[in-house]
């Protein structure tokens, strides 16, 4: 009971300014993302099956232009169902690590934690003016498995397995495949900062740091 009270609170909460600080000429992101997993995500992410997430955090020009920096921060979850925790493995650009937490709220709040991670850099201190864009994808494509997907429809037995009496269904398939490309994703959650100005932002202090949790492992670049 306690933690379906602390999963309908981290819920409930609004969203999270992306908070963007300078430290000389690179740019520090500190938020708490939390709010992009949604109670419809949170309920996939307990259903027992592996989920894969991708966040993108990205620095743009304001009102457009191409990215200026960017970080990202990958996730293959499952909650073991016997175990009654979450397992995960957390990706991004300083390495990956493996982690359990006891319940999908805990996951969702380390997860969407970000303290001054360096979004951009060599981001000059003059009046152009900026926007931070937050992007999470659940389960999208990687090129690998679309070919495989492709693979398998080429295959000479693949019209028998999926449809024994005519082609028809096979080229329901192949169509519906044939529209699918690296990056499509089941959902795609978007959430967007105010515009701000590269001379105007607070310079960035760095917090003690904290021990990560006992229960995880810490693993090198994979």
């Not at 997860?111 to 389960?139: H, I, K, S, W, Y």
Request: no cysteine; hydrophobic share 45%; charged share 25%.
């Amino acid at each position: 009971m306690t933690a379906l009270l602390a999963l309908a609170a981290l819920l409930a909460a609004p969203p999270s300014a992306l908070w963007i600080e300078r430290d000389g000429a690179d740019l520090r992101l500190s938020s708490d993302l939390s709010s992009l997993l949604d109670d419809a995500l949170a309920r996939r992410l307990q259903s027992g099956l592996t989920t894969t997430l991708h966040l993108r955090v990205a620095i743009r020009p304001h009102p457009d232009g191409d990215p200026a920096g960017d970080t990202w921060r990958g996730a293959r979850v499952r909650w073991e169902l016997w175990d009654e925790k979450v397992t995960a493995v957390i990706d991004g650009p300083d390495g990956a690590r493996t982690g359990t937490w006891p319940t999908v709220a805990a996951f969702i709040a380390d997860f969407g934690r970000m303290d001054g991670v360096v979004v951009a850099r060599g981001v000059p201190a003059q009046d152009a003016t900026f926007r931070a864009t937050a992007r999470l994808e659940v389960n999208p494509l990687t090129a690998v498995q679309v070919a495989r997907m492709r693979s398998w429809l080429a295959s000479p037995r693949a019209d028998q397995a999926l449809d024994p009496l005519s082609g028809s269904l096979l080229g329901s398939f192949a169509r519906f495949f044939d529209n699918l490309r690296p990056g499509v994703a089941e959902r795609v959650i978007v959430v967007e900062g105010h515009p701000f100005r590269a001379d105007r932002l607070p310079f960035y202090r760095a917090a003690p740091p904290t021990p990560p949790p006992a229960s995880e492992e810490t693993h090198g670049p994979p």
